[in-house]
Structures are given as C-alpha cells and as structure tokens.
C-alpha cells in the first residue's frame, strides 16, 4: 500500500532494521536543535577559508545549477549562514528549509524531513586539523555542498521524492538500496553539461581533491546513471570515489526514479550489494573505464596520488 501521510514520524515496527544511534539528552523524537549555534569568529573563519578554497576550483567543474544556487543564496557573503536567513530566502525559490541537528540522524527522521522539504544540517563546524577530511558531515558539507542544489525546482523535488521513498524502503528493509542511490547522485553524482561533465554531488562540492579527481582523474569510471544498477553497488564512505554515475539532466534523474516501480524492485533484490564499487558490466553505459591506479596502489591510507 502506497504511503501518502508524510505528516508524522513512519512507524519503526520489530521487522525494521536501521542502525541504531544514541539520541541525545535535550533533541527530541525529530531530533532537531533548538535552535542553531552561535559560532565564534574562529569557526566562522573556518567556512571562509573552505569557502575561498572550494571556489578556486569549482567555476568550470560544478553544475550550474548549483552555481546558480551559490549566487541566489549568496552564501558567501562571510561567516556560517544564519539558517532562520537562508531558510526563509530558500522558501521564497523552492518551499524548503535548513534545520540544525546534532550529529548524523536516523535514517527515518531523515527521510521525514525530506518528506516534508526539510535538509537537516549538521549544527557544528570542522576544526582547522580536519580541514581536508571529516567522516561526519559538518555544516559546511551540509550547508555549502546541500543547500545550493535545493533552489533549483527539478533537484529540490527529487530531493522530497527521495524522502518519501525512504518509508518503502524501510518496509522491504532495503535501506542499503536506497542509500546507494543516495550516494551516487545526491552525494557524488556528475551531470552531463555545457559539452562535458560537471559535478552536483554535495561530497565532491564540498572538497577540492574529489572536485578535480571526479572529472579529469584517469582512475574512476565513468557510468550513466541506470537506477536498478545503481542500488545493487557498494560504496567507499572515506575515500575518493572509484565510480561516478552520470545524469542527463535533472528531470530524468527525476523521472527515472519517481516513475520507478521500487516495490517490484526491491522484491528482487538481495539483501547485500551484487556489484564492487570497481565494476563496469555488460548492461553499463561507460563513458568512461578507468584504470583504477589510485585504488590499485592503496587509495587515501597509502598516500596514492589521485591521478
């Protein structure tokens, strides 16, 4: 049966399985902050440094769509956005907003929020000793890498599909599926733009490495998008990517995944991952095979070039 009350938290019956995380003292059922945090001036100085850095290289390299969305916002006019600030100019171009939360969340009150055009930023800021790498989203990610995209129609409504697939998926308990596709469009996914490849994946925007790597590196493969083939592929969380999947436009990536049949998918599905996040298969669209050279001579740990 089709979920149509988006309004409430989805029910966790016993036949759920989603990682479980030690909700703070003082964060509610929806666990968001009360209100976000003050930052002090050496944390602002942290976003405008990651600012200014990310901008050397993004013009040319990031989707337009998220340039746009950099300039509608102006999130670079100094500091950590005010999200009371952004949330009512991002309502004003897509009906969404930003609300401050403590730490990763659980996978259903992420898709809630989704569900309901709401992003959950990560209240707190990196240090200058993570300047180059944080395994947990931070407000820059979130903020700098997330929010731009939100104030393009097309993306912005995928966005709120995404969260209500999220209650089907946690039904079939193919969680994994969906946070694959989660990860190879809204995290790391490429578009094909202006004659070549740009990026509007919030976790190659937000670093300088991955913004280069992602589309001039000769390791990575470079697949279309295809949605079925997406959700059977494992994922590295702290590395450099060893494929991207690449869109059309925003519209397919909308369609190809709004229009599809999850139920009859998920059904077919196993409950790991069939392929390694290396393989290009005999129904892949490749634009491009990659060497694999950073993977094969030991990635981020062994201090491999990203070439």
Same mark, same amino acid.
């Given at each position: 049966m089709a979920e149509t009350d988006f309004t409430r938290l989805p029910d966790l019956g016993a036949h759920i399985y989603t990682a479980p995380l030690q909700r703070p003292l003082g964060v509610a059922e929806d666990w968001l902050e009360p209100a976000q945090r003050v930052y002090t001036a050496v944390e602002h100085a942290v976003w405008d440094a990651l600012f200014a850095r990310q901008m050397d290289v993004l013009p040319g390299r990031a989707a337009s769509a998220f340039l746009a969305g950099l300039d509608k916002l102006d999130l670079g006019r100094g500091g950590v956005p005010e999200f009371a600030r952004l949330s009512e100019e991002l309502g004003a171009l897509t009906g969404w907003? %930003?609300?401050p939360v403590p730490m990763l969340i659980p996978d259903h009150v992420f898709f809630w929020h989704l569900a309901n055009r709401r992003f959950p930023a990560g209240n707190f800021?990196?240090?200058r000793d993570q300047f180059d790498y944080i395994q947990e989203p931070d407000v820059f990610h979130d903020v700098f890498g997330h929010v731009p995209m939100l104030a393009d129609p097309t993306y912005a409504d995928y966005m709120q599909e995404y969260g209500r697939a999220g209650w089907k998926a946690m039904r079939h308990n193919r969680l994994k599926a969906l946070g694959a596709l989660y990860w190879y469009t809204v995290e790391f996914g490429l578009i094909q733009e202006a004659g070549g490849l740009r990026a509007y994946g919030a976790g190659i925007l937000s670093g300088p490495t991955e913004a280069v790597f992602c589309l001039e590196a000769e390791s990575p493969n470079r697949i279309m998008l295809n949605v079925?083939?997406?959700?059977?592929?494992?994922? %590295?969380?702290?590395d450099l990517q060893p494929t991207y999947f690449v869109i059309e436009s925003?519209?397919?990536?909308?369609?190809?995944t709004v229009d599809r049949d999850f139920d009859r998918l998920y059904r077919s599905l196993p409950p790991g991952f069939t392929y390694a996040n290396t393989a290009v298969i005999d129904v892949?669209?490749?634009?491009h095979r990659g060497t694999q050279e950073y993977f094969l001579r030991g990635g981020?740990?062994?201090g491999a070039q990203p070439v």
């Amino acid at each position: 049966m089709a979920e149509t009350d988006f309004t409430r938290l989805p029910d966790l019956g016993a036949h759920i399985y989603t990682a479980p995380l030690q909700r703070p003292l003082g964060v509610a059922e929806d666990w968001l902050e009360p209100a976000q945090r003050v930052y002090t001036a050496v944390e602002h100085a942290v976003w405008d440094a990651l600012f200014a850095r990310q901008m050397d290289v993004l013009p040319g390299r990031a989707a337009s769509a998220f340039l746009a969305g950099l300039d509608k916002l102006d999130l670079g006019r100094g500091g950590v956005p005010e999200f009371a600030r952004l949330s009512e100019e991002l309502g004003a171009l897509t009906g969404w907003s %930003v609300v401050p939360v403590p730490m990763l969340i659980p996978d259903h009150v992420f898709f809630w929020h989704l569900a309901n055009r709401r992003f959950p930023a990560g209240n707190f800021i990196r240090t200058r000793d993570q300047f180059d790498y944080i395994q947990e989203p931070d407000v820059f990610h979130d903020v700098f890498g997330h929010v731009p995209m939100l104030a393009d129609p097309t993306y912005a409504d995928y966005m709120q599909e995404y969260g209500r697939a999220g209650w089907k998926a946690m039904r079939h308990n193919r969680l994994k599926a969906l946070g694959a596709l989660y990860w190879y469009t809204v995290e790391f996914g490429l578009i094909q733009e202006a004659g070549g490849l740009r990026a509007y994946g919030a976790g190659i925007l937000s670093g300088p490495t991955e913004a280069v790597f992602c589309l001039e590196a000769e390791s990575p493969n470079r697949i279309m998008l295809n949605v079925d083939r997406v959700m059977r592929t494992d994922y %590295v969380i702290d590395d450099l990517q060893p494929t991207y999947f690449v869109i059309e436009s925003f519209a397919a990536l909308y369609h190809d995944t709004v229009d599809r049949d999850f139920d009859r998918l998920y059904r077919s599905l196993p409950p790991g991952f069939t392929y390694a996040n290396t393989a290009v298969i005999d129904v892949d669209d490749v634009l491009h095979r990659g060497t694999q050279e950073y993977f094969l001579r030991g990635g981020r740990g062994s201090g491999a070039q990203p070439v």
